[in-house]
Each structure stands twice: as C-alpha cells, then as structure tokens.
C-alpha cells in the first residue's frame, strides 16, 4: 500500500496571518522537513528554501501584503543545522513582517525510536500530529478565514494557488500535485479502505492526467490543503482527536479525514491548472541523498518548457553543488548560439546536477552554403534519401554531424579515454547520476572494450534488441535515431574518423547504426567499411528530448534548414505522419527488454569481429 506521506522528519510549523480588517485573514503552516547527510547543509538549505518559496507563494498571491502577516516558527528535533538557516531567514525578512515568533529546540536531536531519519517512528508522528493540531488551533484562535496547511516537500508554482483554492468555497480542497517522477502519485486518495487506508479508485488516473478536470470529492487531500474556517463544520476538525468509534491507524490525515468524514462532509481536490509538484514519497530504505536527488529533479522538470528556473530565496544562502566530469576525462554540450534560452536551461541543469560541461558552439546550418561544403571536401553519401521525406540532407543536419564530428576530432587529438555527449534538448531521468555510475560499473564489469553507449534515442524496432547478460542496465541496440546523448570511447571516436565520413555524409543519427552494423539500409551500409563498432545504450534509458514532434514549443533546426544544392530532390509530404508516434514509441521504449534469449557480451564481440563484411550482408 502506497504511504500516505513523504517520510520527512519533521522540524516546525510555521505560519502566517494577515490581521488587516478588510483583508481575508490567512493562516499558513509549513511542515518543514530535516534532512541529514554528509554534507548536510547543501540539503538543509535545500529544504529550507522549499519552505521559503511556499511562504513567498503566499507572499505573492495578492491577497494582502507582508507587513499584515504573522510568522510563526517553531524548531525542534534537528540533528543538522537547519536552525541556524532558519536563524539567517529570519534575520533578513522579520522586519518586513507584522511580528514574528521564533522557538526553538537545540537539545533535542532526532528521535530515540528511529531506525532512520525517514521512518515514521511513534514518536515522529506524536509529535507531527501535535505541531499540527497547534497550528490548527491557533488560527481558530486568531479568527482567520482560513488556514493553508503546506509541506516542505511540495514545490507550488503557481502564484494564484490561494486565490483559486478559496473561490471553490469548500470546507477543505488542495491543488492536485503532480509527482516528482513519472507516475500517478499525487496529493489525494480516490478512495479510502474501511480501515483508513490507500485504495486506488477507477477515476483517479484521469484525475491525475487531467483528462477529466474540474473540482471532485475525495476522501483525502494531503500535504497541501486549505481549510475554511467560516465553515460550519470547521470546529470538527482535528489533526489528533479521532471521531467516536474511530478503529484506523494513529495518522495525522487519516484521523483528519475522519473527522470531514463524520459530519457528513467531504474533502475536494482540483485540477484545472498546474499548481506544481510533491516529491514521490521514500521509506526508510532509502538514503537521504535520494530526497536530494528528487528536489533536484523536481527543478530540472520546472524548466523542461525553458520557464525561469524556479525561486530561490536571496535570503539563504544555497551552496552550490560541487561538480565533476561524471567520471569522464570531457563532458560536451553541443549548443547553437543562437539558441540562448536552451544553453541557459542546460548550463542551470548542470549547475543543479553537478556536472562540469565544456560547450560546444555547434554548427550553423543556417550560415553554410555550397561553396563551405566544397571547400571541406563535404559531399552526400551517394544514393541517400531522407527515409520519410525522400530528399537529399538539409544545411542543417550537416551542420550537426559536423558539431559532433569536431567532438571525435578532439577526443582523438587530446587522447581522452572517454567522454559524454549531450545536445541542448535533453531531459534527464531521475537519480540521473547514479543510475549512469551504476550503469558505469557493470560496462567495466562486463566488457574491457567499448566503443558507443547511447544514453538515450528514438528505438524503433524493441523487438530486435536484448539485454547484455547478466546487466540490468544494458542492451544492445538496434537501429535507432537521435543523438541527445552518448558515451564515446577513445577507439570509438577514431573508428568514427577513420571512415572519412566528411565525404560521404549522411545525417549522424543514421551513420552511427551502419558504423554498428544495424542499419536497414543495405545499400548505405556497404560504403563503410569495416562496421565493427561495439555498441551499447542504456536500459532504460537516461535521457529523453525535451518535447516530441508536434508538441507545443517544438522545433527542430536540422529540419527547419534548406536542402543541399547538390543532389536536391522534390520533398515530399506527410512526414509529420509517420514521425507523430515519436512520444508514444519512446514512452514504450520505457518498458524493459525481454530477458529471454539474452546475447553474451563476449560471444557478440566474437560475433562483431566476423560479421561486419559486405558479403554477410
């Protein structure tokens, strides 16, 4: 059964109130989370800023103005320094507000009844249901009209959440969340079991996908909620005093929901826009690192439509993270420079990620013509055609074999053993870094030589492909498209030159297949020679594009470019027809590989070194 919460420790309350008479009085708690690792404070900032950018969500929903709120903190069961983070924010923003109220526990660090700082021990959530119910009282207390209660663990990126929840008029609703990863866990249940507990409902996946919108009854709403406190049945309500007969588990929500439950009302949910994201909960078999890995996600997928990245308080400050080369002697980030706005999404994705890339400004097809092609010796592979337009290489796509092709030329002239590739519409899946260390270990463990190691692509035929043997991790691709990114080895970037690709181009997601000997093209195949490649991708992969064809903000500049003079043919239509089960196929790819009939890593290499001459074709 899915957890109802992100397994947080839980550090304090903190609330806001307005208390000018003409404005709505608004009552905000933030549950804010302790996290512990080595390098604890990178992640206590982290966290720290989460609360923040929920408090500044309300800061900026227009309904009134700082110096008409009330902040309240309380601090207890740190074992980091999140306190002294909270002490820093405080000390830059109090005076903007109508008071502050700041308590905190130094003595008392973790809980004694903890296995690991994520589990939900007895006492955890004692205390969870008693800071709660405070905050609950408290704003009953003070007459305000209604109270937002917010987890540190959700990201709001809408800045007229409030605003809309409050317009439904509903005694408790939240804004649907979507996950930090892929999948259909949100904020709200579909059902509820006898006992209390997580039940799937038919509805809920709709729900979850928008395809049916709107405002619906739920049985639970967690995590971030707004009650209505002019509500009749407001004053029932309670975070730790159960209805009578009330036979379920000692659980915050699930005694709240209760409570809803027992006068006969119900809780809302809706899902009319995007409100932002909630991390996908961990238990205690995880590490905290994880968590940190899921905000970082949670940032990456905020600016996938190139948004601004998503706010972070000038009032704390964030280490950056440290960087590296992933392991590598060169990470590559091929950019064109007139596409600002995605070199800026990557170098951020590099900044949260920790990877040290060099950026390559790629080449411009837009700026080539017949003369530069003659010059470089540049000629088409004769006999090619474009598979679904049936035309010759556009100015573009020679304009991105060539921004790959000085990469290999580096690679050689540096001797670097091995390096990354990415292109500037990458989207990275989760826990990105160490599912490529982890994919890392079982090459060295499995092969002494590699050459080519896709990270992500377009598979077009999943049926012909296996894993690698005895790997979780690798498979041994078929012909494929794209190029978002892949691993290079020394002998692979030379076995690439050595062809003098230059003057027989085709467009370089098709030349690496045939340099593999998986291409579908007979006739292109026999023009290079030998096509001993050791190719391998990742399963699943670790990249995927940005957007898919046909999706709003999509573009391509190798298909947006001219078509070479010579050898130019008449284009014809309805690419678009066949290239729109891009997203679908992708998605797909998703799925694991069938284990049966797994191919040996040595018995394929045997297999390499016989098979890759014409007259086996």
Known sequence: MLSPRTPYVLKSPIFSVSHDPQDLRLAVVVVVAVVVVVVRAVVVALQVVVVVVAVVGVEMSGCYGLNKQEIGIHSDHNIDNSTAILKEWLAAVSSSYHSVEAKFDEKKRGYTDEKSPLEWSEKRMSNVMKKRQSALDYARKIWADYIFMIDADVTLENKKTLQILM?????????????STEGYYSNFWGAMSEKGYYRRSEHYINIVDREDMGVFPVPMVHTALLIDLHHWGSPYLSYNRPPKDYAGPRDDIIIFAH????IGETMHVINTEYFGRVLYPLNENYKLTDDLDLFDHVKLEAMVEEVPPLYSSPHVHVPMRPKDKLGFDEVYMINLKRRPARRFRMLKAFDYLGIDAKVIDAVDGRQLNDSYLEERGIKQLPGYADPYHNRAMKMGEIGCFLSHYQIWEEVVEKNYEKVVVFEDDVRFEVFFRRKLQQMMEDVADKFEIWDLIYMGRKRLNKDLERMVEGSQRLAWPHYSYWTIGYL??????RKLLDQKPLGKMIPVDEYLPIMFNKHTEKEWLVQYSPRDMIALSAEPFLLYPTHYTGEPHYFSDTEDSVVI????????????????QDKEETRDAK?????A??????AALEKLQSARTKEEL
């Open 167 to 179: 317009a439904q008029q509903r005694l408790v609703i939240g804004p649907m969340l979507n996950s």
């Open 259 to 262: 409570t809803v439950k027992a």
């Open 488 to 493: 290079l080895s020394n002998h692979g970037a």
């Open 565 to 580: 003079s010579k050898g130019k043919e008449e284009e014809k239509k309805g690419g678009d027809q066949d290239k729109k």
């Open 591 to 595: 799925d694991s590989l069938p284990e």
């Open 597 to 602: 009939n797994k191919i040996e890593p040595q």
